[in-house]
């Protein structure tokens, strides 16, 4: 994602906000709330807290739901930069790798039924 912000606030602000998170998807709704409110401080609009969010949400889902192989309890850091004129996040976990664009593209030409769950986030064709 590539968003750029364009908001009130002094060029030499920066802001940031630190979770450490545990691998549930309550969690989900706590860096949300977080998030919205690291946004209403910094004067970042409605609408880009709000696709954001959406990312967040796609991204913890999947870290929570593919990335571990066992049932114990796991961090999950998310810090988020509001540096200048950028907003810089990073997520780190625990988990499996995953490269997505090592993955091969998924078969389109296949009808739904027959197609896998999932790899259409990436797909650009």
Do not use: C, M, W
Request: without cysteine; charged residues 25%; proline residues 4%.
């Amino acid at each position: 994602i590539a968003i750029k912000f364009i908001g009130n606030y002094r060029k030499d602000n920066h802001e940031s906000l630190v979770l450490k998170l545990k691998n549930t998807p309550d969690q989900i709704a706590y860096l949300t709330a977080q998030f919205k409110d690291f946004g209403n401080r910094n004067n970042i609009f409605d609408e880009i807290v709000s696709k954001v969010s959406i990312v967040f949400d796609e991204l913890l889902n999947n870290v929570i739901s593919y990335a571990y192989t066992d049932n114990k309890e796991h961090t999950i850091e998310v810090n988020v930069l509001l540096h200048s004129d950028k907003l810089i996040i990073s997520l780190e976990d625990d988990g499996i790798p995953f490269n997505p664009f090592k993955k091969d593209p998924p078969d389109t030409k296949l009808s739904v039924q027959d197609r896998l769950i999932g790899g259409l986030g990436i797909h650009n064709g």
